[in-house]
């Protein structure tokens, strides 16, 4: 099975700030990578797909990047609505798997 | 719009199955495959099966084979998760999701069922 590795698992910050958030393959899956946002008691999400195509609906401040091994979703100007977990989920090989999220807090 | 609207909480024992329902609505059923993703307390999410709608193919994570199952009825646009031989660890939301043209990304999702297994 592939491995998403997220990182950080846990991320401080304020109204404003720019934020990054890594998701690493344990092999290569070309740009068959998504973004997602949960918020508590709430179904996913889905920010990006194809690593870097916004989702309809999904607004300009999100972006993704990346292939092969290593991605990025970046927030550009995080806003109170922001707060919330982030995974990454690979369809490039089956069985599809998720990161094991990442925690944006209110610093 | 597209809904997907899920059957309630299930408690159940060690053992025993269940089966949660998913209707579909706002779209036409048989052109989008629909997967059932699940999420223990406080965990992350995984991945259980998709099933095609319009051959009815179905794909399982291997290390639910054999206790899961997917299916459809057509007639009231509705897909069904049923598990079998219930173990504590079981206990989770599962949430049916709907993928988009371009892949098996979820871009809608039904509301989640709690499933809690307990003796």
Redesign the interface.
Known sequence: DIQLTQSPSFLSASVGDRVTITCRASQGINSYLAWYQQKPGKAPKLLIYSASTLQSGVPSRFSGSGSGTEFTLTITSLQPEDFATYYCQQLNTSPLTFGGGTNVEIK | QVQLVQSGAEVKKPGASVKVSCQASGYTFTNYGI?W?RQAPGQ????MGWISLYSGNT?Y??KLEGRVALTADKSTKTVYMELRSLRSDDTAVY?C?RR?S??????Y????TLVTVSS
């Not at chain 2, 992350?44 to 991945?47: D, H, I, R």
């Not at chain 2, 371009?102 to 871009?107: A, E, K, L, N, R």
């Open positions: 997967a993703v992350g999410l995984e991945w794909n994570a291997q949430y999701a988009i371009t892949g098996w990304y979820f871009g999702w039904g509301q989640g």
